[in-house]
């Protein structure tokens, strides 16, 4: 088994790459091969955003063949997620959250355009569904790791949400527990590649009116690293 191991920054990956043999360096967009657990791994930094997120898994679907790409990071969870920070969430789905159209009666997602991000086996529009298989086994992993965990809709974003209230206008639209800003960039290269996705964040903070000295991104860096090497065991 051959898996892609995507994550944003170096400050979201340290514990993994302590794990791999030969060790990754921290060099942004430069691929690695590796050994994790006993599987082969390709890791890489993709960088901040869907841009660099769908450059990064462009590159790595285009030149390996991969079995399961997972990406990782810290998140923010929504008030109402029932998440704290240093939990870990798991993606039901990855959803676009701004693209669409605002209107003097509010936002409509991309289906009010008519004009789909992707046509396959079926049309995609800003949402694109997880693979159910491989998030069973991350919520497994999690739990088996002693954390918290939560499965649920994930939201991906150009403009993080610094305010409760813009949080809560996105969290409303997909139903969401968790948002990031590169999710649903990978989730749409790989459904266009056809290799199944699997999201894990750990919970940096909540998403309020925003104070940094209330987060742990060390924390949510640490805990997801935990689970990502658990899942990779557990991967047959």
């Known amino acids: 088994m051959t898996l892609a191991l995507i994550a944003p920054t170096p400050v979201e990956s340290k514990e993994i790459r302590h794990k791999i043999r030969q060790a990754p360096g921290d060099e942004p967009k430069t691929i690695f091969k590796g050994d994790l657990e006993g599987k082969s791994v390709i890791f890489t930094h993709c960088g901040v955003g869907k841009v660099n997120a769908a450059h990064s898994a462009t590159i790595i679907l285009e030149k390996y063949e991969v079995d399961v790409l997972i990406l990782f990071g810290i998140g923010g969870a929504y008030p109402d997620s029932g998440l704290n920070i240093g939990d870990i969430a798991i993606a039901e789905s990855e959803n676009y959250g701004e693209e669409g159209v605002i209107t003097k009666d509010g936002w409509s997602p991309m289906e009010f355009t ?123």
């Not at 948002?179 to 459904?191: K, P, Q, S, T, Y």
Request: hydrophobic fraction near 40%; glycine fraction near 8%.
């Open 114 to 236: 008519g004009f789909p991000f992707l046509r396959k086996e079926k049309e995609y529009y800003n949402n694109f569904p997880l693979d159910i298989k491989f998030a069973k086994i991350a919520v497994k992993a999690s739990k088996d790791c002693g954390f918290d965990t939560k499965q649920g809709n994930f939201v991906t974003v150009s403009q993080c949400s610094g305010t409760r209230e813009s949080g809560e206008i996105i969290r409303r639209r997909f139903d969401g527990i968790c948002e990031n800003m590169e999710g649903a960039a990978v989730a749409h290269i790989c459904a266009m590649y056809g290799v199944p996705m699997v999201e894990v964040r750990g919970i940096s903070n909540i998403i309020e009116d925003r104070d940094m000295k209330r987060w742990n991104i060390d924390r949510a860096a640490l805990n997801c690293n935990k689970v990502i090497i658990e899942l990779v065991r557990k991967l047959k």
